[in-house]
């Protein structure tokens, strides 16, 4: 099959494409690298040392004979997008290529915008592509569980049976999203839904869980396969900066009680549901959602996992919660439609936690403490931080890259 | 109070100053003038002429002896959202100033990222604004019907109380919009609400029906008060269309069966709407939603309508149906809550028709029957429109403006 991953050289974009390679799809993949550019701006580095896009294909094919064919260029480009599609013709497109940082989009009203539009505006001109180039082709979106917010009701899979005076509906599920980034989610799978409606195209919403790990079977090939790992307070994601956190002596940041319930999943299980979104296609015109976690977990149950994991003394430092978002809350979420197309889960356990601890401690000389307490404020309108005020993407001028490509 | 319009030189923005202007309000207006550039770049023109904003204040001026402040610039320039409301101090801001065809929006990929963008961004830069400036101000958000779409249930006032699976919540109603333009104020008003969370905002989304009629008792007092009056396939909604339409002796445009029920409201109870939003605001952190309109027609019974009134030979002319809508469908929404705080509707009868009727009549030498038609169809992703494929809002070199400007 032909899938092309736009995103491709992020942090879930690069596995994903390597493991699609491997189980003997043809990959190309999409990216602009403004994730490599929010490190600039941001002054923080991933964990563990990445490559550059144009090694690492050359790394895949030294060391699976594969090919994956890289295509530079940004989504708000609607020339780049359709010449694209026209070129690689892909029966699939799986869609990474969005900020994707809930506190980034906090920063600031230009981050907020930024987000928005650059978010929203790609996948505008990705449906115009889809509905120009090829219908038929099948959109695999990356949306997130956070669109849902904690309502007191079961979270269901996109669509909710309302009854209500007598009779009876399915309707989309109503969405309370917490950051102007999961916002931009929303507005992106209203979009997605009317582009179905009215142009007959095929989409499948992935509404992701926080995801955990580093290493897939592919990434572990050659140390130049790797890919990027975050624990900072804007891009870092919790199980993954805990670890980080506990390696260096850092005590774990717990915002608030500790109490926010959220949908997880190891990096894996990403790589096998979007495969098997891939390969079950929905319908012409059909737009469906899969929420795409195995586990869910309370912020201060991750936290006494790893402590219970790492050999040494390990602290929580139960911090103002940064964010305005329910401590305690009711959490239930559907999660059944990626199991019925036979996902089997990778299920959080010591040795999962214990591996990422490895992960960490190999790369523990690279971490910068100063980087992990949280710097955004939700109920400030502007943070502290010297990016604030300043719009995004435009350091690249400035920036010296650490080059970690031979 | 100290009230401010934005896009206060529009269809509506402009009357609604006059209106609260004459009930004793300090009045301002903001706008840049992008509804007039519309004009420009789709070779049509108000039915009814319009002078300029800078001569409307003086009109106004020397009528009634009350002031309206002009401001003159664009809500996606952060700079300036900030800088009015520093100077003018409102107490509530009444946000008309958004791109607000749904036939415009589906023109291309271009005007589908204009629309989204130009109404997304320049809402986003408010809310900020108010957030840094003063957040007691009101935002009095025009947001619209067509955000819920057609569901096969009641449509409640903005939110929804729902039982799943033994459990009970208030939820966001469930927004299956239209077009890309409505698609825009469904990502308005959930960016409203989540402002109004974090930083404790107030807001009331009026999600408005089809507003007709052309005359308020302010803009009579002369013609150079007057308000705009579209008619052509793009900006003319259904039943000021349909009474150009009968006075030029062209057939009623209807779309499909004509069985698409609607929400309407008279002109002059969008002003009464407004200044009762103004009136009775909000609690710090609340955004609320009042549905405003005032009664509910089917495209056929509005067509009939206009049939019965007119003294002349009227055709109806049932084309196959430009949108993806469903033609006949459950349509029970409710909109209590401006009742509940004292509005008295116009009802709509002959006699509102005949002043329809009789503006058209007045100003038949204007209209050009080459622009009645339908000329964007939602299942092609680009129209055939000379405008398709450029960018909206540059055709400002190349217009040459018929001024009614003394």
Redesign the interface.
């Known amino acids: 099959m032909r899938i092309l991953v736009l995103g491709g050289d992020g942090y879930l974009g690069w596995p994903t494409a390597l493991h699609l390679s491997r189980r003997g799809h043809d990959v190309g993949v999409v990216d602009n690298f403004a994730r490599r550019q929010y490190d600039f701006e941001m002054g923080v580095d991933s964990l563990v040392p990445i490559a550059r896009l144009q090694r690492r294909v050359r790394v895949w094919e030294e060391v699976s004979g594969l090919q994956v064919e890289p295509f530079i260029g940004d989504l708000t480009d609607?020339t780049f997008v359709s010449r694209v599609l026209v070129e690689f013709r892909p029966e699939a497109i799986v869609h990474f290529a969005e900020q994707r940082s809930a506190p980034y989009s906090m920063i600031?009203?230009?981050h907020?915008?930024y987000t928005?539009?650059n978010n929203?505006?790609g996948t505008?001109?990705l449906l115009?592509a889809i509905?120009?180039v090829d219908p038929s082709i099948h959109l695999v979106k990356l949306g997130t569980m956070g669109e849902y917010g904690t309502?007191?009701?079961?979270i269901?899979e996109g669509f909710?049976e309302?009854?209500?005076?007598g009779?009876?509906?399915v309707?989309?599920?109503?969405?309370?999203?917490?950051?102007?980034y999961h916002?931009s989610k929303?507005?992106d799978s209203?979009?997605i839904?009317?582009a179905c409606?009215?142009?007959g195209l095929r989409s499948t919403d992935l509404n992701q869980g926080i995801v955990y790990g580093q290493e897939t079977p592919e990434t572990k090939l050659h140390p130049d396969l790797a890919t990027r790992f975050d624990y900072d307070g804007v891009f870092g994601t919790v199980l993954n900066r805990f670890a980080v956190q506990a390696v260096v002596g850092h005590p774990l940041t717990v915002y608030g009680t500790g109490g926010q319930t959220r949908g997880m999943l190891d990096i894996r299980d990403t790589l096998a549901c979007v495969e098997l979104a891939c390969l079950n296609a929905p319908a012409e015109g059909e737009y469906r959602v899969f929420n795409q976690f195995t586990e869910s977990f309370t912020v201060a149950q991750l936290a006494q996992m790893v402590v219970d994991a790492y050999p040494g003394r390990v602290d929580i430092d139960y911090l103002d919660d940064p964010r305005?978002e329910k401590e305690e809350h009711?959490y239930r979420a559907a999660h059944t439609k990626l199991l019925d197309l036979g996902l089997v889960p990778h299920l959080l356990n010591q040795v999962t936690i214990s591996s990422l601890l490895a992960v960490a401690d190999r790369n523990r000389e690279r971490v910068d403490p100063a980087a992990i307490r949280p710097t955004v404020h939700?109920?400030s309108?502007?943070s502290t931080l010297p990016t604030a005020g300043s719009a995004p993407g435009t350091g690249r001028d400035l920036a010296s890259e650490a080059s970690t490509d031979s």
């Open positions: 609607p600031d009203q230009k907020a915008v928005q539009v929203v505006v505008l001109n115009y509905a120009d309502p007191n009701i079961d269901e909710i309302i009854t209500h005076r009779r009876t509906d309707m989309p599920y109503p969405k309370q999203p917490g950051s102007f916002l929303v507005h209203h979009n839904m009317f409606r009215i142009w305005v009711y939700w109920r309108t502007a």
